[in-house]
């Protein structure tokens, strides 16, 4: 019985061993091991960054780990990596806690400092960037175009944990042919740079879907873009199918965009610009996210233009089956645009704006809209604004068109909302957190960690995102589970990259808490335990 089992268990080992490897990546200039061409993948003969992530799968497939070790990685890289085994994941991944940053700062024609082709890959835990100096004006002899991640094919994909940061250009390009995706818990920033008749060019995140797969947006914080945040979109006047379908977009931050140009651009929009009335913006879910621009709400700020949330752009191509429900919408005049929508929920959202924009030709559709449970913030109790017709209070709203039955109007000095608003575990970071908080007197906030049931003593860091190279606050977790977050933070070193941006006032911020975990056993030697104990049974 013993010797059966014995071959069970080295077959078991063997297929584990041959089913999941694991490989080594370091710098071209690692002073140790340095990564090269000719290395074969192990910790001590490791790849370069190129040539791990041209594997063939024949030798880095599915279930395999990529570990990238600490270092700054120059170049731009291409990855055509792909996992040919339905439901399982290439990693490419730093190595622990490691910092691992992709340098796009170089002499290349490549320009990306990443770009995706493969399928079913994961990318998790480093830095995406352009360091050093650069120039963010196309006027410039010297300006170039870098984009941060282009994920330009392979569907299936996965991008957690990810800082893409200070490209000029786009932060990420996510297109049609890469349905399925996810992008979890990303930080995309400062990315974009001024065109040459001064206006501000590149989004945080560009995404097309032509796939029936939904593409999920979770989790992200995406801010001080040169132009918009999110745009779910496609300029396309001429389409001949539909391409910008089938998205999640939930808890995630999004704010200040167009703010490094001096003009605040759309948060997120969702839209098609095509005038044939085939590729339309469809079946896309709005959830539980929060969009700002900076507002002195204490003083009922509103004037000027700021849009957080635009729906629709052309008459020919209004968005159908579009949710937008349990928002935080707050900029200026034209916070929420809804400008062309076929079918629309709005349910449970609460909104800070001068007024709602709505063009005329929404009264050809509103019968389809299902609006409910909303609160409207606004500086005139005629809050809806229908170009082409007239200006409507929330009553006239209601009886009208027979929505928004159970949603109230409230000046927007009454604006108000609980001041923590969302706390987030990152899935795949250990004991660590994203902190949304709203105060609009910029009082500090005192924040409960007892729900996420953490232990007394543990030790923590507190990073604002806006200035994340420096630790805000440190302290000790104590008996009642509560940390008090500072809100008033111009005292700080400015932490924005150019002159011109502005840092959200001390109403509103956004942070990320890292707790220090203890463990008296490491996990590994926990499962040798085991193994030790089994070896031990069958008499080793």
Not at 381 to 395: M, W
Request: proline share 2%; aromatic share 12%.
């Amino acid at each position: 019985m013993k010797q059966f089992l014995i071959h069970i268990v080295c077959l078991c080992m063997y297929i584990v061993s041959y089913g999941q490897e694991e490989f080594h990546v370091f710098p071209k200039d690692h002073n140790e091991t340095p990564g090269t061409q000719n290395g074969t993948g192990t910790i001590n003969n490791p790849w370069d960054l190129q040539t791990a992530l041209s594997q063939k799968p024949d030798i880095v497939n599915s279930g395999d780990t990529i570990w990238l070790h600490q270092g700054i990685y120059n170049g731009r890289f291409i990855s055509t990596l792909q996992s040919l085994k339905s439901n399982t994941f290439i990693t490419v991944s730093g190595f622990k806690k490691e910092k691992i940053i992709l340098n796009g700062n170089v002499n290349s024609s490549n320009k990306n400092v990443l770009e995706v082709k493969g399928k079913q890959v994961i990318f998790k835990n480093f830095e995406i960037t352009c360091l050093g100096y650069f120039s963010r004006n196309a006027k410039d002899e010297d300006f170039e175009v870098i984009t941060g991640l282009e994920h330009s094919s392979g569907e299936d994909c996965q991008f957690i944990n990810l800082k893409i940061h200070n490209n000029p250009g786009l932060g990420v390009g996510s297109w049609k042919q890469t349905g399925g995706s996810l992008f979890d818990g990303c930080v995309i920033s400062n990315n974009g740079y001024i065109a040459r008749d001064g206006r501000g060019i590149s989004e945080g995140m560009y995404t097309q879907n032509i796939s029936s797969k939904t593409r999920i947006i979770q989790n992200c914080i995406i801010f001080n873009n040169y132009y918009k945040g999110v745009e779910v979109w496609s300029a396309n006047k001429k389409a001949k199918y539909e391409y910008v379908k089938n998205y999640e977009i939930k808890n995630n931050v999004i704010f200040n965009n167009g703010n490094p140009a001096q003009q605040f651009k759309d948060n997120l929009i969702i839209a098609s610009g095509d005038l044939n009335g085939i590729n339309i913006a469809k079946n896309v879910k709005v959830e539980s996210n929060f969009f700002y621009h900076n507002s002195d709400i204490k003083n009922g700020q509103i004037g000027g233009d700021a849009a957080s949330l635009t729906i629709g752009f052309n008459k020919n191509a209004p968005v159908e089956n579009v949710t937008i429900t349990g928002n935080v919408i707050i900029g200026r005049n034209n916070a929420l645009r809804i400008l062309h929508a076929k079918s629309l929920t709005f349910e449970n959202n609460r909104i800070y704006s001068g007024y709602v924009t709505l063009n005329a030709s929404v009264l050809e559709h509103i019968n389809h809209w299902n609006f409910k449970n909303n609160i409207y913030f606004t500086k005139k109790s005629a809050s809806f604004r229908v170009a082409g017709d007239k200006d409507y209070n929330l009553e006239r709203w209601q009886s009208n068109f027979g929505i928004d039955q159970s949603s109230i109007w409230q000046h927007i000095k009454e604006f108000d909302m609980p001041s923590v608003v969302n706390v987030t575990k990152y899935q795949h970071r250990d004991l660590t957190y994203k902190v949304v908080l709203f105060q609009k007197d910029g009082l500090d906030v005192l924040v409960d960690f007892s729900k996420p049931a953490l232990k007394e003593g543990l030790s923590y860091r507190i990073y604002d995102v806006e200035n994340s190279n420096v630790i805000l606050q440190t302290g000790t977790l104590s008996e009642d589970r509560k940390i008090t977050f500072p809100m008033q933070l111009s005292a700080f070193e400015k932490p924005l990259h150019n002159t011109t941006a502005q840092k959200t006032p001390s109403n509103f911020g956004v942070f990320v808490i890292e707790f220090n975990a203890q463990r008296s056993t490491p996990v590994s030697d926990e499962k040798d335990n085991i193994f030790k104990r089994f070896f031990k049974w069958l008499g080793f």
